[in-house]
């Protein structure tokens, strides 16, 4: 994909979650893994175990007041109002909300750029721009990272893998817990108690 086409989403456009951006700048995806390292006597080290890390994805873009898009594109907004020059500044405005909201929900969206489509991704980090010479526009540097989601399992235990003599006896609640002696307490315990309470030698 060209540089003009990555600016102007000639492959359908770019955006984060309900975000589009007008232009994307760049587009980074970093897959790491890590590798154990053992070492030998002789050689380099030994590695037995490569465990995988989540993709990363970074973005820097820009969203501006334009309501127009590049080959005769239909306008878009994020407040759904018709194409007019006064909606320019809500449309801004309306973004930084809703990277706000990203941040504040902690929930996974999707991504899509001329390039890819990144499905449950977390926002890590965003930085949000804006200069007085820039225009009417900000520019958005984001970072995410993908989620991984753990599903709950649930298992039944076969009746011949469970002891007999363990059934009905786990969990009770109203079970005789006995009752103390009243036993007086012998010499030496009532010595070594004052002892403790600083009654006596």
Request: hydrophobic share 35%.
């Amino acid at each position: 994909m060209s540089f003009v086409s990555m600016i102007f989403g000639w492959g359908g456009g770019s955006s984060i979650g309900v975000i589009p951006l007008d232009a994307l700048i760049s587009e980074t995806t970093e897959l790491e893994s890590q590798a154990t390292s053992y070492a030998v006597e002789d050689g380099p080290p030994v590695t037995d175990h490569i465990v995988q890390d989540s993709e990363r994805l970074a973005l820097d873009g820009w969203v501006t007041a334009a309501e127009a898009t590049l080959l005769g594109g239909y306008g878009r907004d994020l407040v759904g109002a018709p194409n007019s020059l006064g909606i320019g500044r809500q449309k801004l405005i309306s973004a930084k909300a809703a990277l706000r909201t990203i941040h504040a929900d902690r929930l996974p969206i999707t991504i899509t750029t001329g390039l890819d489509v990144y499905v449950d991704f977390a926002m890590t980090r965003c930085s949000i721009g804006r200069t007085n010479d820039g225009g009417d526009k900000f520019a958005i540097t984001a970072e995410f990272r993908k989620i991984r989601k753990v599903t709950l399992r649930q298992a039944d235990i076969p009746p011949e893998k469970t002891s007999g003599t363990a059934a009905g006896k786990a969990g009770g609640t109203k079970t005789n817990g006995g009752k103390a002696t009243g036993a007086e307490p012998t010499a030496k315990q009532g010595s070594d108690l004052s002892k403790i309470l600083g009654r006596g030698t």
